[in-house]
């Protein structure tokens, strides 16, 4: 059982439609980050929110941290090709060791032009 | 400046054979942690390192050895590969600051194939 729930798991849109990737826990984050994966390559990070309510604001990307700091969302406005990926979230519990970051499943998407 | 690099790019192994991945990074970072991807699962850690000569277990280290002799390269060791340790093996690499840590540097992966 994964600690960090993303959904979809899997969503393919056409460019300029918007959508919106969850990432969901019962447990509470010191902090939460976005990463983004390209085929045969390692993560890239994209955000770190560690404030309960904040938004960041990437381009077209807008992050946001739960009130309760259990969960998070990625919101891309007018998607593109260029943002095909998989979208990873990744929190550091106050709980666990410095650095430990738990891993979501990742959400799968995919910009048709 | 290198960042991550990540030691072999592919590799097959037989069942019960042995192997060294191999990772290095060039930005004097304190963390570096070894993971495994695989389909459906997400990243999940094997062994992390928070400083030269130390290691510690992570989510699931069964089967893999680790080494941190110096601070830039972090050694992650199948003693008797099974096909079940088949997967994409990601190196990461990050500095600190006060209780949380910076952001997580990967490397380009490893890909393992254990028939």
């Known amino acids: 059982t994964q600690l960090l729930e993303q959904s979809p798991q899997f969503l393919s849109i056409q460019e300029g439609e918007n959508l919106t990737v969850y990432c969901n826990s019962s447990?509470?984050?010191?902090?939460l980050q976005w990463y983004r994966q390209e085929p045969g390559e390692g993560p890239v990070l994209l955000v770190t929110v560690v404030t309960g309510g904040e938004v960041k604001k990437l381009k077209r990307l807008t992050f946001q941290f739960g009130d309760a700091r259990k969960d998070s969302s990625l919101h891309i406005t007018a998607a593109q090709p260029g943002d095909t990926g998989l979208y990873l979230c990744?929190?550091?519990?106050?709980?666990?060791?410095?650095?430990?970051?738990?891993f979501g499943a990742g959400t799968q998407v995919v910009v048709t032009p | 400046n290198a960042g991550v690099t990540q030691t072999p790019k592919f590799r097959v192994l037989k069942t019960g054979q042995s192997m060294t991945l191999l990772c290095a990074q060039d930005m004097n970072h304190e963390y570096m942690y070894w993971y495994r991807q695989d389909p459906g699962m997400g990243l999940r850690l094997i062994h992390y390192?928070?400083?030269?000569?130390?290691?510690a277990k992570g989510e699931v280290p069964d089967g893999y050895n680790v080494s941190r002799l110096k601070k830039q390269n972090f050694l992650l060791g199948l003693e008797s590969a099974a096909p079940s340790q088949t997967s994409v093996y990601f190196c990461a690499s990050s500095d600190r600051q006060g209780r949380m840590s910076k952001t997580q540097y990967f490397g380009p992966g490893t890909r393992l194939l254990v028939l």
């Open positions: 390192s928070v400083g030269e000569g130390t290691t």
């Open positions: 447990s509470v984050f010191s902090s």
């Open positions: 990744a929190g550091e519990r106050a709980t666990d060791s410095w650095g430990k970051l738990q």
